[in-house]
């Protein structure tokens, strides 16, 4: 294979949550079949939460600002000319220190395929499921819906987007709920902590309907995050449900566990099933085919 210049004004640029990428290798620009490497800018106060490669390895490099970076429980502040090696299969984060801009290269090896980051990904996934929420309850102005584990707010924003529905977010991550709020931007959003939510419920609040992505197989306690979404919803309010059949609990020792817990058979004891199923196979990355499941239950 002959090699290739790419030259800066040739690179596309990307919008992310948090920022912009431009992709300088990968198949798709330089026929690289064992390489690729990402430059990313993170805006002021953002951060690429917790995710991780099944089958990379990574090395990220600080170009510019000052990140938190962290490897599975580990973290360092690194600034330009510092560097992180993050093994495969292993969580990490990075997020933005101070009030300027970070810049970093993110070098992947080996290449499994086009789509493959957690970002693309949720470019694919998100449409579709709005589509199968919208689907498994009525979703009006007037709606109420709390977003369990809502991140950053991805969902969150799609729906209010959609349907000009109300979204409360309920994530234990304080950097998670303050970039909620910057990245779904609408009045129409709030994010609360787990304990306000309880407040919130103690006084009398009641949803309208649930949604959980990607959450419970990570809870510690899932059966105390279950009890809190069924308190949370009004009576006959629909739940929908996308989650890993497994669990996957964070570690110290091996970063992420499976404790045996079945998330299935826990929501059922709470909620009355309506309809299952699984994520179309051009939706879902080819690490988790066969293992995740969605679900739409209502609460009786």
Not at 135 to 164: F, H, N, Q, V, W
């Amino acid at each position: 294979m002959p090699g290739k210049f790419v030259m800066g004004r040739d690179v596309v640029r990307e919008a992310a949550d948090w920022g912009s990428v431009g992709w300088l290798c990968r198949p798709s620009i330089t026929g690289a079949a064992n390489l690729a490497i990402v430059e990313a800018t993170f805006g002021p106060g953002k951060g690429h939460a917790f995710h991780k490669h099944p089958e990379q390895e990574e090395v990220i490099f600080i170009v510019a600002g000052e990140v938190e970076q962290w490897i599975g429980e580990d973290k360092r502040n690194l600034r330009p000319g510092d560097s992180a090696f993050i093994p495969a299969d292993v969580v990490h984060a990075t997020f933005v220190i101070g009030a300027g801009e970070a810049r970093i290269l993110a070098i992947f090896g080996p290449v499994v395929g086009e789509g493959s980051t957690t970002d693309e990904r949720w470019v694919s996934e998100t449409p579709w499921l709005a589509d199968e929420i919208s689907s498994s309850m009525s979703i009006s102005p007037d709606t109420i819906i709390i977003d369990y584990g809502c991140g950053i707010g991805r969902m969150a924003k799609e729906l209010i987007d959609r349907y000009g529905c109300r979204v409360v977010g309920v994530d234990i991550s304080d950097n998670m709920r303050a970039l909620a709020i910057d990245y779904v931007r609408s009045n129409r959003f709030m994010s609360v902590s787990p304990e306000m939510l309880d407040a919130l419920v103690e006084r009398g609040f009641r949803a309208d309907a649930g949604i959980s992505i990607w959450v419970l197989q990570h809870c510690l306690k899932p059966d105390d995050d279950i009890d809190r979404i069924q308190r949370t919803l009004k009576p006959g309010a629909d739940f929908f449900l996308l989650n890993n059949i497994y669990r996957a609990v964070p570690t110290r020792e091996k970063a992420w566990v499976n404790d045996g817990l079945d998330i299935k058979a826990m929501v059922g004891k709470r909620f009355a099933l309506q309809r299952e199923g699984i994520p179309p196979l051009e939706r879902t990355p080819k690490d988790l085919v066969n293992i995740i499941f969605w679900a739409a239950y209502r609460k009786a």
